[in-house]
């Protein structure tokens, strides 16, 4: 795989673009996902035409409607930020990002939660970034997330696992699009999906059975809306344990009586809490190799993504 291309908000990696002239560098971002991924930097401030250092800014008014303005002075900047925004994420459409980490709390990147002032000065986290905003307006099904979430170590490994994901999906649509590219995509991805929502899963499995009666456009569309929505949702011990023990009747007809009694024992072992995920996944693949089961060595829950980035192996 080429490395994953994430837009990233430039001073999480480092750079002095703040508006005091410094910098919020991410060593996660930069130093542990920048391994393998290769990020597009994007600082809004700076290129819709703003000095280093500048005025302070924030976000007033309304918050489906808010103004950019500058702390001290008042001015404000709303229309020239906008402006430029609705320019670069037009761009960014030949950048073949497969998502984006915004900096929290920020007027213009903010994803969520960024303090909006009304009418009396008085501050609420209800405001979402200029620039953020146009982003997510333009790409709503791409992964985003910003550096505060991402230090919650359930929401980082659903980012991760968000862009492998989408990474592959890019490279299935750069092949030519016939059905059997997209039958191997959704049968790879389906333990994985069944983790995350067994309803969105038979969804999908009734699109991809009826995929030659519909539009080309309309079915892709239909089936990656489908699979990062389900994506979305969170995994949780009894979902894994239920992919865990489907995964068992792969080997029924192979494992001796104690295998068995193994795998059903380190499965409990999980459900209880004791052991992480890992522990359960690492047999299981031990037994995929020993008993050549072709379904499940090619089954992405076994093996989402580099083992370096998979932080969350107690859920």
């Given at each position: 795989?080429?490395?994953?291309?994430?837009?990233?908000?430039?001073?999480?990696?480092?750079?002095?673009?703040?508006?005091?002239?410094?910098?919020?560098?991410?060593?996660?971002?930069?130093?542990?996902?920048?391994?393998?991924?290769?990020?597009?930097?994007?600082?809004?401030?700076?290129?819709?035409?703003?000095?280093?250092?500048?005025?302070?800014?924030?976000?007033?008014?309304?918050?489906?409607?808010?103004?950019?303005?500058?702390?001290?002075?008042?001015?404000?900047?709303?229309?020239?930020?906008?402006?430029?925004?609705?320019?670069?994420?037009?761009?960014?459409?030949?950048?073949?990002?497969?998502?984006?980490i915004f900096k929290s709390n920020s007027p213009s990147s903010g994803m969520e939660r960024v303090k909006l002032h009304d009418a009396n000065h008085i501050p609420s986290p209800r405001g979402v970034g200029l620039f953020a905003r146009a982003f997510m307006d333009h790409f709503p099904l791409l992964p985003v997330e910003d550096d505060g979430r991402l230090h919650d170590a359930g929401l980082r490994e659903n980012?991760?696992?968000?862009?492998?994901?989408?990474?592959?999906?890019?490279?299935?649509?750069?092949?030519?699009?016939?059905?059997?590219?997209?039958?191997?995509?959704?049968?790879?991805?389906?333990?994985?999906?069944?983790?995350?929502?067994?309803?969105?899963?038979?969804?999908?499995?009734?699109?991809?059975?009826?995929?030659?009666?519909?539009?080309?456009?309309?079915?892709?569309?239909?089936?990656?809306?489908?699979?990062?929505?389900?994506?979305?949702?969170?995994?949780?011990?009894?979902?894994?344990?239920?992919?865990?023990?489907?995964?068992?009747?792969?080997?029924?007809?192979?494992?001796?009586?104690?295998?068995?009694?193994?795998?059903?024992?380190?499965?409990?072992?999980?459900?209880?809490?004791?052991?992480?995920?890992?522990?359960?996944?690492?047999?299981?693949?031990?037994?995929?190799?020993?008993?050549?089961?072709?379904?499940?060595?090619?089954?992405?829950?076994?093996?989402?993504?580099?083992?370096?980035?998979?932080?969350?192996?107690?859920?």
């Open positions: 795989m080429e490395p994953i291309r994430l837009g990233v908000s430039t001073c999480l990696l480092g750079e002095p673009v703040r508006f005091d002239g410094g910098h919020k560098l991410d060593r996660f971002v930069r130093d542990t996902l920048g391994r393998y991924v290769e990020f597009v930097p994007v600082c809004p401030e700076v290129e819709c035409g703003l000095s280093i250092p500048r005025e302070a800014m924030h976000l007033s008014g309304d918050p489906d409607a808010p103004r950019l303005v500058t702390v001290r002075t008042g001015k404000d900047l709303t229309d020239q930020m906008r402006s430029w925004a609705a320019g670069r994420v037009g761009e960014l459409e030949g950048e073949q990002l497969c998502g984006f980012f991760i696992e968000r862009i492998f994901i989408f990474k592959r999906w890019r490279e299935m649509l750069e092949e030519p699009r016939k059905l059997k590219h997209l039958v191997e995509f959704h049968s790879r991805h389906k333990l994985l999906v069944m983790a995350h929502s067994p309803k969105i899963l038979r969804d999908l499995g009734k699109l991809v059975a009826h995929a030659q009666e519909l539009d080309a456009s309309q079915f892709y569309g239909d089936y990656l809306k489908l699979l990062m929505e389900a994506l979305k949702l969170k995994l949780t011990v009894k979902k894994n344990s239920n992919v865990l023990q489907h995964m068992m009747g792969y080997f029924k007809k192979v494992l001796t009586p104690d295998e068995k009694q193994e795998l059903l024992e380190v499965i409990g072992t999980y459900q209880n809490g004791h052991v992480p995920l890992i522990v359960p996944i690492t047999l299981i693949n031990h037994y995929g190799r020993k008993y050549r089961e072709p379904y499940l060595s090619v089954q992405f829950f076994l093996n989402p993504h580099p083992i370096e980035l998979q932080l969350l192996n107690h859920v």
